[in-house]
Nanobody, 124 residues
Framework: QVQLVESGGGLVQAGGSLRLSCAAS????????VGWFRQAPGKEREFVAA????????DYAGSVKGRFTISRDNAKNTVYLQMNSLAPEDTAVYYCAARVGGGDYSTIRSYDIWGQGTQVTVSS
């Protein structure tokens, strides 16, 4: 089974950029749709972005569209989340998740495998 490890989080000033990585173990990574989610303190986990198995199709939450870009490199078993124009409200723990099933990309329970998360803090 695929295991996911996030990296690239940290502290950045408002307006700055970060690139998160989600590295997967396992030879079947290209069989999974991958999503990024985030959870801020005291709030529910929310969808950020998703990319299909081939990388040809992506989906974004309205709050990040135009600022964040999700991509994947199946040869490297890695999915990326490039985050630009960061704002304090982007502060959260960011999780990547993978699924083999279909349905709405924003549905948390549709994802079978989760990483442990990486903290992103944006200072004003």
């Amino acid at each position: 089974q695929v295991q996911l490890v996030e990296s690239g989080g940290g502290l950045v000033q408002a307006g700055g950029s970060l690139r998160l990585s989600c590295a997967a173990s396992g030879r079947t990574f290209s069989s999974y749709t991958v999503g990024w989610f985030r959870q801020a303190p005291g709030k529910e986990r929310e969808f950020v972005a998703a990319v299909t198995r081939s990388g040809r199709f992506t989906d974004y939450a309205g709050s990040v569209k135009g600022r964040f870009t999700i991509s994947r490199d199946n040869a490297k078993n890695t999915v990326y989340l490039q985050m630009n124009s960061l704002a304090p409200e982007d502060t959260a723990v960011y999780y990547c998740a993978a699924r083999v099933g279909g349905g709405d990309y924003s549905t948390i329970r549709s994802y079978d495998i989760w990483g442990q998360g990486t903290q992103v803090t944006v200072s004003s």
